[in-house]
């Protein structure tokens, strides 16, 4: 081999070789090229993408809107908090892992709704979701019980979607699922739906006498004593600070708002307003 042959060879195997050192060793690392695999280990959960169609409807049933500020707790790619920021909504993912929350900003930039769309590095468990109108979440069963005690705590009218998870004994006010057809190819197909009850348990005074409610989650029952009797309280259901309840033949409607109830009650077409004071929890 000739001094010329060995050197040509020589430069055209250094350039191949800071060539290949380049490509291969920035796609892993370099920061824009961060792929997320699906199953990967998350803090408390795996990373999996709710699917498109799935999120959409996730988003009809929690009733998005431009009023609303939405939370996503576990927000993975930012999926479910760009969809919801494409409605106008105010919307904020809590993500533990900082590569995913890159990773969703650079794709609420490029779907040009960072404006509404933000992120957070934290731990949902430690995060403050007060202020959210509507939560959504994709997590596993033990954990939606263990935040369940928080999200109870929200304002009342705050309304709850998770894809695929339920809530035990808080059972959904309303679920839907997603067909093959419609775009959902994974076992991940369903979602369900709470509002978040207002709190009516203990004594209430109304004029005829006292009433002692019972609450489980969204459904409640109960005693109405008066001087002469002791009625039971039926069908008592609550929808936020939405309340219903039948005593005998009176159905009564209206809202509450801390300790206080007021709205209508209606017997054999006559309709009379109402009002009561919680006087013991
Ligand atoms: C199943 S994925 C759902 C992602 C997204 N919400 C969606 O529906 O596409 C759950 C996400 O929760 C994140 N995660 C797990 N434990 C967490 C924790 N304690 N705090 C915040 N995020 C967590 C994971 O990193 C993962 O991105």
């Known amino acids: 081999m000739t001094a010329t042959r060995f050197l040509r060879k020589f430069v055209l195997v250094f350039t191949l070789s800071v ?9 892993p690392q370099g920061r824009d090229e961060y792929e997320p695999i699906e199953g990967q280990p998350g803090k408390d959960v795996i990373w999996l993408p709710t699917e498109q169609a799935l999120a959409e409807k996730m988003l009809n049933l929690g009733k998005v809107t431009s009023q609303d500020y939405v ?6 790619d930012g999926r479910i908090v760009i969809a919801a920021a494409k409605r106008g909504a105010r919307a904020l993912g809590i993500e533990y892992n900082p590569d995913l929350v890159a990773l969703s900003k650079r794709n609420a930039a490029r779907e040009g709704v960072s404006e509404k769309a933000k992120f957070i590095e934290g731990d949902i468990f430690k995060s403050d979701f007060t202020q959210a109108t509507v939560i959504t979440m994709f997590l596993l069963p033990h954990l939606n019980l263990q ?3 928080a999200i109870l705590d929200l304002k009342p ?6 894809n695929s998870f339920d809530m035990g004994e808080w059972t959904a006010d ?5 067909s093959r057809d419609e775009g959902c190819e994974t076992v991940h197909c369903q979602a369900h739906f709470w509002i978040v009850p207002a709190k009516v348990e203990g004594t209430w005074k109304l004029p005829q006498g006292e009433l002692e409610l ?8 109960g ?3 008066t001087a002469a009797d002791r009625l039971p309280v039926v069908d008592g259901r609550l929808s936020g600070d939405r309340i219903s309840f039948k005593i005998g033949y009176d159905h009564y409607t209206g809202r509450v708002v801390g300790n206080t109830m007021t709205g209508t009650s209606t017997s054999s077409g006559s309709k009379t307003e109402w009002h009561a004071n919680r006087v013991a929890n």
């Not at 939370?71 to 993975?76: E, K, P, T």
């Not at 009218?157 to 998770?162: E, L, P």
């Open 147 to 149: 935040l369940r005690p």
């Open 214 to 221: 019972r609450q489980s989650f969204q459904m409640f029952s």
């Open 71 to 76: 939370i996503d707790l576990g927000s993975g």
């Open 174 to 178: 309303e679920s839907v699922a997603v």
């Open 19 to 27: 060539m290949a050192l380049c490509c291969f060793s920035q796609t």
């Open 223 to 225: 005693d109405l004593r």
């Open 157 to 162: 009218g705050t309304r709850i979607v998770s």
